[in-house]
């Protein structure tokens, strides 16, 4: 009997990790779309990634709330960026919470190249956070915070046209 309770909690483990191991992989592909889809600038494709009622908060602006509103944020970020500006994420840390939330801690760094004269853009870094939900079509974003890091003072719309 004990070392059927011993093998029963074994295999436990074992399943809970390599459910997490496909959770964290999902969250992995999950962020890369999302990067894919940034680098297309449009805002449409990219609310797409947040749940209805998602919030996001970037620097210190006011916080955006609603698929809709968001959209219309990335709108108006991306009519004021260089369309050769592009963005690369990476995630830091990601703790899953339960069956169907995560917690992502992210870098980003958006540069590339000036759509007109192929000069590099400036380096533009911010580290956040995202709680992503899952749902029956996959991972969205129901939170995000977005902030410059520790003595860069810039993460806003720019107009680096």
């Known amino acids: 009997m004990k070392y059927l309770l011993l093998f029963t909690f074994l295999l436990t483990t074992a399943s809970d990790s390599l459910a997490q191991t496909a959770e964290a992989d999902s969250l992995e592909r999950f962020v890369q779309k999302y990067e894919e889809t940034w680098q297309l600038h449009d805002a449409s494709h990219l609310a797409n990634f947040f749940t209805d009622d998602s919030d996001m908060i970037v620097g210190i602006q006011p916080t955006i709330i609603g698929r809709a509103a968001i959209e219309t944020w990335w709108n108006q970020y991306f009519s004021r960026i260089d369309s ?10 990601k703790r899953i919470l339960g069956p169907n939330i995560a917690l992502l801690n992210v870098h980003t760094t958006t540069g590339g190249t000036h759509s007109e004269t192929n000069e590099a853009l400036e380096s533009r870094n911010a580290r956040g956070t995202w709680v992503a939900t899952r749902a029956s079509e996959g991972w969205k974003i129901a939170a995000l915070r977005m902030h410059s890091p520790v003595g860069e003072q810039r993460l806003k719309p720019g107009t680096d046209k």
């Open 84 to 93: 050769g500006r592009m963005v690369s994420v990476s995630i830091e840390s």
